[in-house]
């Protein structure tokens, strides 16, 4: 069975910067995929970012120049590098895995930007 455990969430001042990574363990396929998206109080689960096995990167526009992803493929695991936070990126991180053929979701984990 598959499971995205994501860890490196927490509480941080505006300004403030975090890293999360999400490690992907009990299967041995390719994600050709993987990535964030957050979900934040009362709102949509949006794309944060995604990064092929090829690292191409896609940013949601809004979030370009704050944050950026990176993957080590040789351990299923994604990063996600977040600089100069402020309150309107308190939410919680989902990680995301996806095949040519299924994808799937991490728990999450909260990121709270807060003085």
């Known amino acids: 069975q598959v499971h995205l455990v994501e860890s490196g969430g927490g509480l941080v001042q505006p300004g403030g910067s975090l890293r999360p990574s999400c490690a992907v363990s009990?299967?041995?396929?390719?994600?050709?995929?993987m990535g964030w998206f957050r979900q934040a109080p009362g709102k949509e689960r949006e794309l944060v970012a995604t990064?092929?096995?090829?690292?191409?990167?896609n940013y949601a526009d809004s979030l370009k120049g704050r944050f950026t992803i990176a993957r080590d493929n040789a351990k299923n695991t994604v990063f996600l590098q977040m600089n100069t936070l402020n309150p309107d990126d308190t939410a919680v991180y989902y990680c995301?895995?996806?095949?040519?053929?299924?994808?799937?979701w991490g728990k999450g984990t909260l990121v709270s930007v807060s003085s």
């Open positions: 995301y895995a996806a095949t040519t053929s299924t994808h799937y």
């Open positions: 990064i092929t096995t090829g690292d191409t990167a």
């Open positions: 009990g299967s041995a396929c390719r994600f050709n995929s």
